[in-house]
């Protein structure tokens, strides 16, 4: 009897979060993005410095703030829904170029190759997460369109 009902609760709960989830990782995608790229545009992002390095080929200042504005644009798309499908490209289009650093500069981003991470590295491998999220937005893309 109490199995059934933590099972009946739980599908109640289950049901409720699938209604929400797509929308909360959209918004979570967002703000990240809007936020990372903010503080890229008003010079106080803690990657900067390693941005700067795997752009050497190129003006590093306008890079970065550029990245900035491509991080802010696919923040604010991921928020509107509507724009999903825009988030989605910018966002495969950026996300490659993220891993640069780990080819490049290697040493910022492992103490001990290939598991000891810097915070560096760290914060480059977090964009898997990143990445599984915006599958999961495009995985319910047609669901959002009803189709």
Not at 36 to 59: D, R, T
Not at 117 to 136: D, R, V
């Amino acid at each position: 009897m109490l199995i059934q009902s933590y099972l009946k609760a739980e599908k109640i709960v289950i049901d409720q979060v699938k209604k929400i989830a797509p929308a909360c990782m959209r918004y979570s995608l967002g703000l990240t993005f809007f936020w990372f790229g903010f503080l890229k545009i008003i010079g106080l992002s803690p990657i900067s410095e390693l941005v700067k390095k795997a752009a050497f080929l190129i003006n590093e200042h306008h890079f970065v703030i550029g990245l900035g504005f491509w991080e802010v644009c696919i923040g604010v798309c991921f928020c509107i829904k509507k724009f999903n499908r825009i988030a989605l490209v910018l966002f495969f289009m950026l996300i490659p170029g993220t891993f640069v650093p780990v080819f490049i500069n290697p040493e910022d981003c492992f103490t001990v190759f290939p598991y000891g991470l810097t915070l560096e590295g760290q914060y480059i491998f977090k964009n898997f997460i990143l990445i599984s999220g915006a599958l999961y937005v495009l995985s319910n893309l047609q669901e959002a369109r009803g189709n």
